[in-house]
C-alpha cells in the first residue's frame, strides 16, 4: 500500500502551466481543398444565410452547417442530424485543414461554428476565430490571464473547456474569474466584468452558458480553500448582474437569501460556514428550451470530509447535485442530490443531457446523467424525481439507489469512520468533464468512463481545529493508492442504453482521460484518446472504422458541421486538463512533453487532402546530467514537502507533476536547467521572471526553501536518470 500524501487536491484545483507565451499562432492549411468547375466550399458556405444566434436557434437540431453550442444545441447531446460521413464511407475521412497553434499547451475545449466562422479558447484563455473551411486565422482575443493573476499568484489549470455565443457575441470566462463578451465580428472586447474578487482562490475554467439574452458561468475552487459555491447570470448585452445563485447555505447569523437556502440550512450541522461548503458549479449548465428551465451541477463539498465540514451529518445540500433554476430570476425551482452527504469528491458537475425517452409506452422528458459517482441517473425534467439509476462502471460506495426514495443506499464502512476504506471510484470519479454524447437514433448515451480505486482515511486528522486555507486547500481526509485496481484497464468507452439502464457495449482503453465523444445520424460515435489517436467508431457495436494518429494525446472533443455541401469533423489536439498536470509517473509515460509536440487545430472531411506535418515521437523527458550538483538528502527531504504540499500559495506539482513528472502541462524540472543554477532559479521561482507566461512568483520562499526545493528536483531527476542504467 502506497501513501500519496501529495494528492491534496485531485481534480478542480488549481494548477497553472509555465512558460506559456500567447502572442500568436502559425497557420498552415494544406494544399488547396477546391474542386475545379463547382463552387468552392467556402463560396458555398458564403451562400448560407446568416444565422441569428438566439435561444430558437440554438434548439435547432436541424442547422447542421453550424455548432452553435457548448454542446451542439441547448440540449446538450453533442449529436449532429448530418450523415455525409456515415459507417460506409468514414475510412476516408482525411485532414482538410489544419491550424499550427505553437504557443499553446493543454487543449481542452468543445469549438463553436457559426456562420462559416470556427471560434475556439486556447490556451490561457486565448479566443480564436477562423475560416471553418480554410482554417485562415480571422482574429484573436487575448485576456492576457498571466498579468491578470500577477499578485494572486494562484497556481492553476491553463486549460479551458469553451466558450458560448449569442446574438454576435463570443462569451468567455478566465481563470482568473473574468466574463468578457467579445464581438464575433472583430474580436474587439464589448464588455468585461469580474465574476469573483480579484485576490478569492476561485478560479474558472469552465464554459458560460448563454440564453435568454443572459450568461450564466459559475467557478471553481472547492479545493482551494474554504469556499462557499455561486453561479451568477448577466445581462448578455450590458454584463450587467442579473441575479446570483449560492448553492450552499452560509452563516445564518447573517440571513439567508432566499428560501432554498433557509431550507439547504436544515440539512448542514455544526459551523459549516467557516470551511465554505464548496458546492462550486465548474461546469454542467444546461438550459431546458422546451421547458424554460436551467439547470446547475454543483460540486462536491468543501472540504471534501464530511465529518469536519458537517459534523454529526447531514444531506449537505445542494451538493452533489442537479438544481433546477428559474432562468429570469435564478429562484430555486427543484433539485436531485446524487450523493447525500458525500465525502468523497463524487461531484456532480458532469454534462446535463436533455432526451425525450420512450418509456413504458410514454414520452419522458428525460435529463441524462453520469456523475463521478458510477450511477446512470435518468430524471423526470418536469419533476425532478428518478425515474431510474443504475451503475455504469465498478460501484463499491454505494450497494444500489433506491428507486422510490430517490437515494443511495451505502455499502458499510465506506465513511472510513474505521480506518482507511478503498472505494470505488477514486475521487477522479467514473466519469469527469469529459463529455457524454447520446444519439437518439441509436437510443445510446457513449460515456468516456474511467475506472480507479483508491483509499480514503482521516485517522490523523483533527476533525474540529481542521481548517483549510485560501490557495493552499485542504481535503481534510488522506487518500491512499493501491495496486488492486478494479480492472486491468483504466479507463473504457461505455455505450448505455438508458431506457433499459443497461451496457450496449464497452471498448477498454488502456490510456487514461481521453476526450469527449461526439455522435451523428451517420451511426457514427467520434473520440480523441489520451494516446493521440482519434476514432470513428460504428455507434451501434462500436466497431472501431477509423483512425487517425494526431502524434499527441488528445482531451478536447470533436464537434462536426457542414459548409458548402461538406461535413467537417474537427478537434483541438493537445493533451490537457487536470489529469495531464497532477497525474505524474502516468501522465508522464505518454510521452507528451511540454512544447515538444506541435498543439493544433485540425478539421477532417471526406476530400480532405492536408498534409499535416508528423509530430516528432513520444519522449518522456530526460532528465539533465549534472554530476556537479550533489543533492543533500535533509534539504531535499524539506523541498518534497514544498513541491508536493506547498506552504504559500501553490503547489509546484499542480503543473509540474506529481513527484516532479511532467504530463507535459509545464517544463518537467528534472530536465531543467534552470534548476542548477541557484540565481536563475531565485529568479523565475521567486522574483517571478516569467509571470506573464504563466508561472507566478512566490516571494514568500526563503534562501533555504527555495534550495530545498532545487534539491528535491535533483534528487528526482538523478532516481530518473538512475533507473535509465
Ligand atoms: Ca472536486
Not at 449529436?79 to 459507417?87: A, E, V
Not at 439547470?295 to 454529526?312: D, E, F, H, K
Not at 418509456?359 to 459517482?373: E, F, S, V
Request: glycine residues 12%.
Amino acid at each position: 500500500m502506497l501513501r500519496a500524501p501529495g494528492w491534496k487536491q485531485l481534480t478542480t484545483l488549481v494548477i497553472l502551466g509555465m512558460a506559456v507565451l500567447f502572442t500568436g499562432c502559425s497557420r498552415d492549411s494544406g494544399p488547396a481543398s477546391d474542386t475545379a468547375g463547382a463552387a468552392t466550399p467556402a463560396e458555398a458556405a458564403r451562400s448560407t444565410p446568416r444565422v441569428v444566434v438566439n435561444d430558437k436557434a440554438i434548439a435547432d437540431e436541424t442547422r447542421v452547417s453550424d455548432w452553435l453550442a457548448y454542446g451542439g444545441t441547448h440540449y446538450e447531446r453533442r449529436y449532429s442530424l448530418l450523415q455525409d460521413i456515415d459507417t460506409a464511407n468514414v475510412a476516408g475521412l482525411a485532414p482538410d485543414w489544419y491550424l499550427d497553434l505553437p504557443r499553446d499547451v493543454g487543449l481542452v475545449s468543445t469549438p463553436l461554428v457559426v456562420d462559416g466562422v470556427m471560434y475556439f479558447t486556447g490556451t490561457m484563455n486565448v479566443v480564436r476565430a477562423v475560416d471553418a473551411v480554410t482554417g485562415e486565422l480571422k482574429w484573436e482575443y487575448d485576456p492576457e490571464v498571466g498579468q491578470a493573476l500577477a499578485g494572486k499568484r494562484s497556481v492553476g489549470f491553463v486549460h479551458n473547456r469553451g466558450i458560448s455565443f449569442y446574438e454576435g457575441k463570443v462569451f468567455a470566462a478566465t481563470f482568473d474569474g473574468r466574463l468578457i463578451a467579445i464581438d464575433a465580428g472583430t474580436g474587439e472586447a464589448i464588455w468585461s466584468t469580474r465574476t469573483f474578487p480579484k485576490d478569492s482562490a476561485l478560479y474558472i475554467t469552465g464554459a458560460p452558458k448563454a440564453f435568454k439574452g443572459k450568461v450564466l458561468i459559475g467557478n471553481g475552487g472547492t479545493e482551494s480553500g474554504p469556499s462557499r459555491g455561486f453561479v451568477t447570470a448577466y445581462d448578455a448585452d450590458t454584463g450587467e448582474e442579473a441575479w446570483k445563485f449560492y448553492i450552499v447555505p452560509g452563516n445564518p447569523a447573517d440571513g439567508f437569501e432566499n428560501d432554498a437556502m433557509a431550507m439547504a440550512a436544515g440539512t448542514w450541522r455544526g459551523e459549516w460556514w467557516r470551511h465554505g461548503g464548496g458546492g462550486n458549479a465548474w461546469h454542467g449548465f444546461t438550459y431546458d428550451p422546451d421547458l424554460d428551465v436551467l439547470y446547475i451541477g454543483t460540486g462536491n463539498g468543501s472540504p471534501w470530509n464530511r465529518r469536519v465540514r458537517s459534523p454529526g451529518g447531514g444531506d449537505n445540500l445542494f451538493l452533489c447535485s442537479i438544481v433546477a433554476l428559474d432562468p429570469d430570476t435564478g429562484e430555486y425551482v427543484w433539485h436531485y442530490q446524487t450523493t447525500p452527504g458525500e465525502t468523497w469528491d463524487y461531484n456532480s458537475n458532469m454534462d446535463i443531457v436533455l432526451a425525450d425517452l420512450e418509456i413504458d409506452g410514454k414520452t419522458l422528458k428525460a435529463i441524462l446523467h453520469a456523475p463521478k459517482n458510477g450511477f446512470f441517473y435518468v430524471i423526470d425534467r418536469t419533476t425532478g424525481k428518478l425515474v431510474s439509476a443504475e451503475p455504469f462502471a465498478d460501484v463499491t460506495w454505494a450497494t444500489h439507489v433506491d428507486t422510490e426514495t430517490g437515494r443511495p443506499v451505502e455499502a458499510e464502512g465506506v465513511r472510513y469512520a474505521d480506518g482507511t476504506a478503498f472505494i470505488t471510484p477514486g475521487p477522479w470519479g467514473a466519469h469527469s468533464w469529459h463529455a457524454m454524447s447520446y444519439n437518439p437514433g441509436t437510443g445510446l448515451a457513449y460515456i468516456p468512463a474511467l475506472h480507479m480505486t483508491f483509499g480514503f482515511n482521516d485517522q490523523d486528522i483533527d476533525h474540529a481545529s481542521f481548517q483549510s486555507v485560501a490557495f493552499q486547500g485542504g481535503l481534510g481526509v488522506n487518500l491512499v493508492w493501491t495496486d488492486d485496481q478494479p480492472r486491468p484497464y483504466p479507463a473504457s468507452l461505455i455505450a448505455w442504453d438508458p431506457v433499459r439502464q443497461e451496457k450496449a457495449w464497452e471498448i477498454p482503453q488502456d490510456s487514461f482521460w481521453s476526450s469527449g465523444t461526439l455522435t451523428t445520424a451517420g451511426q457514427l460515435v467520434f473520440q480523441g484518446r489520451a494516446d493521440g489517436k482519434l476514432l470513428a467508431y460504428d455507434a451501434r457495436s462500436g466497431e472501431v472504422l477509423w483512425t487517425f494518429d494526431a502524434g499527441l494525446g488528445i482531451s478536447a472533443p470533436p464537434i462536426t458541421y457542414s459548409l458548402g455541401g461538406r461535413q467537417y469533423v474537427a478537434v483541438l489536439v493537445g493533451f490537457g486538463g487536470g489529469y495531464s498536470a497532477l497525474g505524474g509517473a502516468g501522465a508522464a509515460s505518454h510521452g507528451w512533453a511540454y512544447r515538444r509536440q506541435m498543439r493544433r487545430l485540425i478539421a477532417f472531411s471526406l476530400d480532405g487532402g492536408a498534409d499535416v506535418p508528423a509530430q516528432p515521437a513520444p519522449l518522456a523527458p530526460q532528465p539533465v546530467k549534472a554530476p556537479e550538483f550533489v543533492v543533500d538528502e535533509t534539504l531535499a527531504a524539506e523541498g518534497a514537502v514544498l513541491y508536493d504540499l506547498g506552504k504559500y500559495d501553490g503547489q509546484c506539482r499542480y503543473c509540474h507533476g506529481f513527484a516532479v513528472m511532467s504530463g507535459g502541462a509545464a517544463p518537467d524540472l528534472r530536465a531543467s536547467t534552470v534548476v542548477l543554477d541557484r540565481e536563475s532559479f531565485t529568479r523565475v521561482v521567486r522574483d517571478g521572471t516569467l509571470t506573464a507566461n504563466g508561472m507566478p512568483g512566490f516571494e514568500e520562499l526563503t534562501e533555504r526553501e527555495l534550495e530545498s526545493i532545487r534539491h528535491y528536483i535533483r534528487q528526482q531527476a538523478e532516481a530518473g536518470l538512475a533507473s535509465q542504467d
